[in-house]
């Protein structure tokens, strides 16, 4: 079975949709990279998976232009309206779930960026040494890739409706 279809395996029934892009076709935005120092998340310089601690955008580059493909999956979450901000901190969670199940089957080998900063932990051990480098998720936009870029790359959508939230994560291969 091949590196795609064991992903694909992996998430169906569970992901809303993926798409398989090259990361040649990925475009990295020091302006998105360097917005994280406006902490408006407040994760900046507190969590492994987000800036500076994850690595300068070069290095992030570097990491994921080593491998050619990248498999791009989302999750959509219904809510009750758009102000429903209880369902999208479920919807969060779920994606982060689904993040770190991709991350501990397949992250030995196949580096996995998600959405946001890396939640394995109640509180990232930060600037100390990670606790689970096995498991730890960087953010994808700390990379510079803007979602929206992403989606349309990868061809799946990035807004699913009204009422709706809709997460990324992406795992580099080889295939
Ligand atoms: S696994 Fe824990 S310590 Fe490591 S980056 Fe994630 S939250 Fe931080």
């Known amino acids: 079975m091949s590196m795609k279809e064991q992903f694909e395996e992996a998430l169906r029934g569970k992901a809303w949709e993926w798409g398989v892009v090259s990361t040649g076709d990925l475009?990295?935005?020091p302006e998105l990279h360097k917005a994280c120092e406006q902490n408006v998340c407040g994760n900046y310089n507190k969590n492994?998976?987000?800036p500076p601690g994850n690595g300068t955008l070069e290095e992030l580059k570097a990491k994921i232009l080593a491998f050619?493909?990248?498999m791009v999956f989302t999750t959509k979450y219904d809510l009750e309206?758009?102000?429903d901000f209880e369902g999208m901190e479920v919807a969060g969670e779920a994606h982060r779930k689904l993040t770190v199940?991709?991350?501990e089957r397949f992250g030995k080998t196949?580096?996995?960026y998600g959405a946001g900063c890396c939640t394995v932990c109640k509180e990232c051990s930060y600037p100390e040494p990670c606790r689970f480098p096995g498991k730890a998720v960087?953010?994808?936009e700390a990379a510079g890739i803007s979602v929206g870029d992403l989606?349309?790359?990868a061809g799946v959508k990035y807004n699913n409706g009204e009422s709706t939230v809709t997460y990324f994560s992406m795992l580099l291969f080889n295939e």
Request: aromatic share 12%; net charge neutral.
């Open 27 to 29: 475009i990295f935005s």
């Open 48 to 50: 492994w998976g987000c």
């Open 68 to 70: 050619p493909k990248a």
């Open 81 to 83: 309206d758009s102000f």
């Open 101 to 103: 199940e991709m991350m």
């Open 110 to 112: 196949n580096p996995v």
């Open 138 to 140: 960087s953010a994808v």
């Open 151 to 153: 989606s349309r790359t």
